[in-house]
């Protein structure tokens, strides 16, 4: 399966961002996608997931409350809705996709589309 993010851009703090995920089809179990970040010389971190049907959310504490993640009916795209955006947000956004509906790490998804990328300006 292919990814595909889109959404990026330059904002300033307090804007808001809606990210986008494609997916090229359905993977037989690797219905759970998230997306991840990395900022400049840090490790890739979890920032939300989201199970197939759209009903089984779970966000990292650094986003919840600002960040929402939700599917479209047939379920091939995911987005991120990304409000009140800080400096500290500032990093490439990747989204993957896995099999586990309690994933969190990185090494858990299996499919990875290429990042896009988020500057927040203070």
């Known amino acids: 399966v292919q990814l595909q993010a889109s959404g990026g851009g330059l904002v300033q703090a307090g804007d808001s961002l809606r990210l986008s995920c494609v997916a090229s089809?359905?993977?037989?179990?690797?219905?759970?996608i998230a997306w991840f970040r990395q900022a400049p010389g840090k490790e890739r971190e979890f920032v939300a997931r989201?199970?197939?049907?759209?009903?089984?959310?779970y966000y990292a504490r650094s986003v919840e409350g600002r960040f929402t993640i939700s599917r479209d009916r047939a379920g091939n795209t995911v987005h991120l809705q990304m409000n009140s955006l800080n400096p500290e947000d500032t990093a490439v956004y990747y989204c993957?996709?896995?099999?586990?509906?309690?994933?969190?790490?990185?090494?858990?998804?299996?499919?990875w589309g290429r990042g896009t990328q988020v500057t927040v300006s203070s």
């Open positions: 993957a996709a896995g099999r586990y509906n309690r994933a969190y790490q990185s090494y858990e998804y299996n499919f």
């Open positions: 089809e359905r993977t037989s179990g690797n219905d759970i």
């Open positions: 989201i199970n197939w049907s759209g009903v089984a959310t």
